[in-house]
């Protein structure tokens, strides 16, 4: 079996890439296992001083978590590990700064690898978007909060009522990403914007991150009552007829009949 990520040094870069271009680079145990394991040897070493992340292939950056995987019962989460949470990522803080080379569509888990990450460059045809309420659910991975805190509160309301995807663009104007570049070119993009942070002393770039996120021993407090809620209300609404129409709607390929109960 094929790892569910790639890893390549660049200097004192590493770049992972999520590695099932088959399934449009979504999230199974594999990619959790082989993404968190990466991010947890970046920390411990000292000659990585930043950390890229990007998708295979050149349509799908990460496609969310894999719905196959789920209706198998399959846990996607690190087995060891599950505190990092969501590819082995969302929740699993490093002080390295983290950039996300978007190399194309970025819905759901996507857009949350995205929203977790300390930079984000994207090419030109990449969107960004949290659809999961029209499949009766929330983005679960940190996105509700997250997007709530990185955009300005009336276009994160629009993105998280809506579902609506956003363009890179578009996703430039509002601040939640960096840079948009010609399609093809982004990981050269994310690896020119670490040299401008690795030529800096590695130190103090680290504390400069713990600071900014009130980070303690590998914690941001802040982010835990947001946590806390996405889990109460996730484990709510999974309970819910609507949560199961959703899903089904979807793969019958037709239009969900809402009943909000």
């Known amino acids: 079996m094929q790892p569910g990520a790639l890893t390549e ?101 996507g857009t949350e690898l995205a929203l977790a990450s300390d930079l984000v460059v994207a090419e030109e045809r990449a969107k960004f978007g949290l659809p999961e309420v029209k499949r009766g659910l929330i983005a679960g991975a940190g996105g509700v909060f997250r997007i709530a805190e990185q955009l300005p509160r009336k276009v994160a309301m629009e993105l998280l009522f809506t579902g609506d995807p956003m363009s890179a663009a578009d996703a430039l104007k509002w601040g939640l990403i960096n840079q948009v570049v010609p399609d093809g070119t982004v990981v050269e993009a994310a690896l020119a914007l670490a040299e401008r942070i690795t030529v800096n002393a590695p130190l103090a770039v680290q504390a400069s991150k713990r600071v900014a996120y009130g980070a303690d021993d590998g914690v941001v407090p802040g982010d835990e009552p ?34 909000a109960r």
């Open 226 to 259: 947001g946590w806390m809620r996405t889990g109460r209300e996730f484990g709510t609404l999974l309970r819910t007829e609507d949560a199961k129409e959703g899903p089904l709607a979807f793969a019958e390929k037709r239009t969900p009949v809402w009943k």
């Open 9 to 109: 040094r660049k200097g004192n870069v590493l770049i992972i890439t999520i590695n099932r271009p088959e399934a449009r680079n979504a999230v199974n145990a594999a990619v959790s296992i082989a993404v968190g394991d990466a991010l947890d040897e970046a920390q411990k070493d000292p000659e990585i001083r930043a950390v890229i992340i990007t998708g295979a292939g050149d349509k799908s950056f990460c496609a969310g978590a894999d719905l196959k995987a789920i209706s198998r019962g399959e846990n996607l989460y690190h087995p060891d590990h599950g505190e990092w949470g969501f590819a082995g990522y969302v929740r699993h803080f490093i002080d390295k700064p983290t950039i996300a080379a978007v190399n194309g569509t970025a819905l759901g888990g």
